[in-house]
């Protein structure tokens, strides 16, 4: 499976949405959507999604005169694209709870789309995923980090720029780049592979995890897999292979997984980061799974897709079909 395929099946990525980045300077075709009664806004609130429905989530979308009719000015809405013919924007709103009542149908309500996103049709989650990021990024660039003026969103949305003449830096949108990596060890005497899992400091007893941190400025994504492997574990890599990117707006991350082979199989934590770290064989993790004293990453996170991918590879058939309900 090629990386484009193996990225499209993780939560948040695969979106039917045409970024439309040539309209984007349009103002006038930007006005023209904002009045028309076919688009649709994805209200965002302190970083939550709209949703109504238990069960299944179902994100509530709204016109620009729902929005006006509520008191929300649309003129700050960003262009995130269109799809099937229909311009979809996203709007940070502003205001208490009470506020917002005119906009909420009866039994909806402002969610966390980490929480609803694995029950969520996968084009809904990418594009709420995005609308999340995207205005997360507008609520903390306010001001121009050259000279402190104020900025002002410019081009639907997708750039802010400095008020101050003189200055008139231009600020895009940025993701930080965090690498995630399930590190795998083959015995020399033959003996069954295994998959290297941490528990990271305040995390529920039983919960293990793959590896992962941010990159840092002036480094290479391989770079990032071994020092920060190295870092929490003290396992030495000696070989990285890119599987697959997950867009992660909690808050602003673009998860980029990797497998990695250890040198090594001795742990030792260096840092402060993981609690504890194991080597997992494909036995002990069903056996694990079976008796609650073992929980995997939530099936919504590329770090789930990493183990499922290394798991269903052996010889005890899908890792889903060992999850408990
Ligand atoms: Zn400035």
């Known amino acids: 499976m ?10 948040f990525s695969a979106g039917g949405l045409d970024r439309a980045t040539l309209l984007r300077p349009r103002d006038e075709w930007l006005h023209e959507r904002l009045a028309d009664p076919a688009t649709r806004i994805i209200p965002v609130w302190q970083s939550r999604n709209l949703f109504e429905g238990d069960n ?4 509530v ?3 620009p005169a729902q929005l006006r009719a509520g008191g929300f000015d649309c003129a700050e809405a960003i262009l995130l694209g269109t799809y099937a013919e229909v311009a979809y924007f996203a709007l940070d709103l502003v205001g208490d709870e009470a506020s917002l009542s005119p906009l909420i149908p009866s039994g909806a309500g402002f969610r966390e789309l980490r929480d609803a996103g694995p029950l969520l049709e996968a084009n809904a989650g990418s594009m709420l995923a995005y609308a999340r990021a995207i205005t997360y990024w507008h609520v903390r660039h306010r001001y121009c980090g050259d000279c402190g003026a104020a900025t002002r969103a410019a081009e639907g949305g997708h750039l802010r720029v400095c008020s101050d003449a003189a200055c008139a830096q231009k600020h895009f949108p940025r993701t930080d780049p965090a690498i995630i990596v399930l590190v795998l060890h083959q015995a020399a005497n033959g003996g ?5 899992l941490g528990r990271q400091v305040g995390w529920p007893e039983t919960l293990y995890s793959a590896v992962a941190g941010f990159v840092e400025p002036g480094e290479s994504l391989e770079d990032a897999v071994v020092r920060e492997v190295a870092e929490e574990t003290g396992i030495a890599v000696t070989a990285a292979h890119y599987c697959s990117s997950q867009p992660w707006p909690f808050p602003s991350a673009i998860m980029l997984g990797f497998t990695a082979i ?10 402060q980061e993981l609690a504890d770290a194991r080597w997992f064989t494909r036995g002990e993790i069903v056996a694990g799974l079976g008796s609650r004293q073992l929980r995997v990453a939530r099936r919504v996170s590329i770090a789930y897709r990493l183990l499922e991918d290394w798991f269903d590879a052996g010889n005890l058939g899908p890792l889903l079909r060992y999850l408990p309900d």
């Not at 299944?56 to 994100?59: C, F, K, Q």
């Not at 069954?192 to 290297?196: F, G, I, S, V």
């Not at 250890?262 to 840092?271: E, K, S």
């Open 2 to 11: 090629d990386h484009f395929r193996r990225s499209t099946l993780n939560y």
């Open 56 to 59: 299944v989530p179902r994100p």
């Open 61 to 63: 979308l709204l016109s």
């Open 192 to 196: 069954e592979e295994r998959c290297l």
């Open 262 to 271: 250890a040198g090594n199989d001795v742990i030792a934590r260096h840092d």
